[in-house]
């Protein structure tokens, strides 16, 4: 079954415990990107990448890192989590960079 | 910079009823526009890719439209049910993807 996976789907940590969230994708997808999820303020595109080795800052990248040394995993680094990335973090990927975009089920993060 | 609108916020409408939610966006040079819709707590599900050569694009009881010029896009649903309902968004593409609000649809049985 062709799926974009995350994980993990919750966790809760404290400020400035570094965090690892993975995505992995089955569809031999070139394009793979980040996005949180806020209240009032949508889906907001973090981090994202045309291919391996190629990656290119979103709208919010302050406090994220990401690699892509793999086609089909894209994890997302928190080095120091701070209370202001609490939210919910999705995953995404597409067969290029104008291909239909498949989401992952979601990580909900909080930060204390 | 690009910025994607939907309009209204909240949508309720009787079952059985056709409607229309409405995308608009700033930027008319797009590679593509992209329907999801998203369950409460859910991640989101693709109804529709328009790509920017197109005009409409069919699934069933879906319809979207895509008009560039005007910068606008429209999802069209038939004969409402309880269980489309749901958040609807929007996402159009060019060097970035960026997303509308989205539209919360509630469908009265």
């Known amino acids: 079954e062709a799926q974009v996976t995350q994980n993990p789907r919750y966790l809760i940590t404290v400020t400035g415990k570094k965090l690892t969230v993975t995505c992995s994708q089955n569809m031999n997808h070139e394009y793979m990107s980040w996005y949180r999820q806020d209240p009032g303020l949508g889906l907001r595109q973090i981090y994202y990448s045309m291919n391996v080795e190629v990656t290119d800052k979103g709208d919010v990248p302050e406090g994220y890192k990401v690699s892509r040394k793999e086609k089909r995993n894209f994890p997302l680094i928190l080095e120091s989590p701070s209370p202001n990335q609490t939210s919910l973090y999705f995953c995404?990927?597409?067969?290029?960079?104008?291909?239909?975009?498949?989401f992952g089920e979601g990580s909900r993060l909080t930060v204390l | 910079k690009q910025e994607v609108t939907q309009i209204p916020a909240a949508l309720s409408v009787p079952e059985g009823e056709n409607l229309v939610l409405n995308c608009s966006f700033t930027d008319s040079a797009i590679y593509n526009l992209q329907w999801f819709r998203q369950d409460p707590g859910k991640g989101l599900t693709s109804l529709l890719l328009i790509q920017s050569s197109q005009r409409e694009q069919t699934s069933g009881r879906l319809n979207a439209s895509l008009d560039k010029s005007s910068g606008r896009s429209t999802l069209y649903i038939a004969a409402s049910q309880p269980g489309d309902s749901a958040t609807y968004l929007c996402a159009v593409r060019d060097d970035k993807i960026i997303f509308g609000k989205g539209t919360r649809l509630h469908i009265l049985p």
């Open positions: 995404a990927s597409s067969s290029s960079g104008a291909g239909e975009l498949f």
